[in-house]
């Protein structure tokens, strides 16, 4: 259960002035929610992250809707749609001006619990999802003192994807340490090609890259590690340095590609995709790289995936790996429609739905218990995530950036780019992020 704060961070009030930017939905109408009009006609809508609408979870998500609407023709589901970080700042906008009927949320502190406080998310009956599948412990990022407030999509796990062909014709094995993995670089960098293709411009994977690292070395202690450092506000603790300083590291063997910590998730996994880059950083609910029409077929048949290496002298195993129930959906608490807003939450969420779905197109993980949907001819690469996860022995939960507040969360996602290209300390940046704490 989560400590009730007793203000709401001025983060939400700022963001009344956020510039409103253009999503792929109906941007035209005056109100950002839906409407029931008096022949029964109702409009609900939905507010996503997930922009590409013909591959893995937008397609998903666009399926669903299309089923939706058939299914109920007096339901009309407008979406609009923008990447991310563009989503993240207009999601703060509609919390002051007027949210959406249903919207993608993330199940962590540094998002979650200001929306909650501020009034903005409806509650919702556990009791409804009884026979929903949900893995244990999934629903608990998105419950706020004792109440749930959304629901959870994807079980999500960091993962190094790799180019199995372009590893066997060079004779690259898959690093077991990190000392390897750095020492690979170089090997890669001699051919001329990418290691790691980096989204270093948005700040939260290189965060997520430091957890994983972090986790590596603390093992089970991880999230006492992380936890009273953020409400000390002092980050000096010997193994947070380390794994600043492996973070740097990485950067400095050149590890990831030149200007990443100015270049954004497209432009990185475009690296990967085309052949230009050996490795790819980001979490497993990419798997569906595998089934994208769009990448040639010579790579996606060839996409591999490992976890992050052990770290020398680290308490966590190989098989300890950073995974948390990542994002979801949850409903406006004052939408016009919030009744008929729920029953499509609902919807989406029967068992036969996102999940089924998901599992069939390759999406990554659901936070659903998926075993009944395996057939044995799934891609390679959904095998081995399955597999991961399976002979997991210990996981990470949240990463460092979504445990805090939504100023912690900031700081560190901006101060992380410089530590990266040196122009601060190690010592520097764990201080900055430790004075957002307070």
Known sequence: ???????????????????????????????????????????????????????????????????????????????EALDEEAYKTKFKAYSMSGMPD??????????????????????????????????????????????????????????????????????????????????????????????????????????????????KITGKDYSDAVSNAIKTGDFSAPELKQAAQLLKDASDAKLFQNGYDTQDYGAAMNLFTNGQAAMFY??????????????????????????????????????????????????????????????FLNYMYQPDKLSKYGWENGVGLSAQDQSSYMTGNETELQKQIVDILSKSTNLSGTPINDQGTSAFKTCIESEIQSVCNGSKSVDDFLSAIGNACK
Do not use: H
């Not at 961070?9 to 008096?38: E, I, P, Q, Y």
């Not at 170089?186 to 957890?211: F, T």
């Not at 591999?304 to 949850?330: H, L, Q």
């Open 282 to 343: 980001m979490g497993s609910w990419e798997t569906s790289m595998a089934t994208n029409q769009d990448i040639a077929e010579d790579i996606r048949t060839n996409i591999r995936v490992f976890t992050m290496p052990t770290v020398e002298g680290g308490k966590a195993a190989a098989t300890d790996i950073s995974a948390w129930n990542g994002g979801g959906y949850a409903v406006n608490a004052n939408s016009e429609v919030k009744e008929e807003a729920i029953k």
């Open 102 to 215: 249903v919207v993608s949320i993330w199940g962590q502190p540094a998002f979650l619990d200001e929306v909650v406080e501020a009034g903005v998310l409806a509650e919702l009956n556990p009791s409804d999802y009884s026979d929903y599948k949900f893995v244990e412990g999934s629903l608990n990022g998105y419950t706020y003192d004792g109440k749930l407030y959304g629901l959870p999509r994807n079980t999500d796990i960091s993962v190094f994807y790799y180019n199995q062909k372009m590893f066997e014709d060079n004779g690259w094995e898959v690093p077991q340490t990190y000392d390897e993995l750095l020492a690979l670089a170089d090997k890669i960098n001699e051919k001329g090609i990418v290691p790691v293709a980096m989204d270093g411009g948005d700040g939260w994977p290189l965060c997520v890259y430091l957890a994983d690292v972090l986790f």
């Open 1 to 79: 259960m989560r400590r009730i704060k007793k203000v709401v961070s001025t983060a939400l009030v700022a963001a009344m002035a956020a510039t409103m930017l253009v999503g792929c939905g109906d941007s035209s109408t005056s109100s950002s929610s839906g409407k029931k009009g008096d022949d029964g006609q109702v409009t609900i809508k939905l507010f996503s992250n997930l922009t590409d609408r013909k591959n893995g979870q937008g397609l998903v998500e666009q399926t669903i809707i299309d089923e939706y609407m058939k299914a109920n023709p007096k339901v009309k589901i407008e979406v």
